[in-house]
């Protein structure tokens, strides 16, 4: 897999992630954003900054690096449909606080397996 792909597929994935983040609330809506809303997109930003740091660093083969990126946007879209509705409840943010617990593990076990990029 060339850099290129590779590259676009981060682009990609943060382009996704900052436009969770980034969402104008409409005139007459609540402009804070809810304490597990906050949390879940925080988080989010925090493993796409550790994906990035193991590209950067050559720690995260292009394959690894698709791969992970794929299940960060699976999360992505989890949150954006879990807001579609304007509130997450306590059976979605379980959900998907597993589904980044379980990414969590996946990055670290990349990051510091013995495959590194050429």
Do not use: Y
């Amino acid at each position: 897999m060339n850099a290129g792909r590779v590259t676009a597929a981060i682009f990609g994935s943060l382009l996704l992630g900052a436009s969770l983040v980034a969402q104008t609330p409409e005139p007459g809506t609540q402009t804070a954003t809810p304490k597990r809303e906050q949390q879940m997109e925080k988080r989010a930003e925090r493993q796409q900054k550790r994906i990035g740091q193991g590209v950067s660093s050559g720690s995260l083969t292009p394959k690894e690096t698709v791969r992970l990126e794929r299940q960060e946007g699976k999360i992505n879209r989890d949150i954006a449909k879990a807001e579609a509705d304007g509130k997450i409840t306590k059976k979605e943010a379980g959900k998907i606080n597993k589904e980044q617990n379980r990414e969590s593990r996946r990055i670290k076990r990349q990051k510091h397996d013995a495959q590194t990029r050429k």
